[in-house]
């Protein structure tokens, strides 16, 4: 099982931050959440601060554990962590994703997203 963590970032108008996948895997061009898969011994909050400043250049603040899930993916089973969390220096730059974008939650179900991210957009789309 391989163990991600991602991060719900809030801009100060309240919009979630959303990266879209490049080529390749099984969520080529898809949208999801910033974030990445543990390192051996890392928490699953340190593994999103790390992931954050190696993909998007941001240093954040973790708030809160929002849900934990799983997926089965075709060739691997994951096991999610999302986080609430903040940007406190820095601003996203795109350096492995397609696009970045913050959109506001009523606007998430405009976009696809991986499948392991649906039941959590939905929540959000929803206002829980």
Known sequence: MILVSAGI???????????????????????????????SGESA???????????????????ELLEQ?????????IAFSFFAAQIISGTPQKSVHQQILWVSSCDLGNY??????REIVAKLASGK
């Open 45 to 63: 909050a340190a593994c999103l601060v790390r992931e954050c400043r190696e993909e998007l250049g941001v240093e954040i603040e973790v708030l």
């Open 112 to 117: 696809e997203f991986c499948p392991a991210d």
């Open 69 to 77: 899930s799983s997926y089965d993916y075709p060739d691997n089973k």
């Open 9 to 39: 970032l809030r801009n100060a108008a309240g919009e979630i931050l959303i990266c879209q996948r490049g080529a390749g895997g099984n969520c080529a061009f898809l949208w999801e959440f910033p974030g990445g898969k543990q390192e």
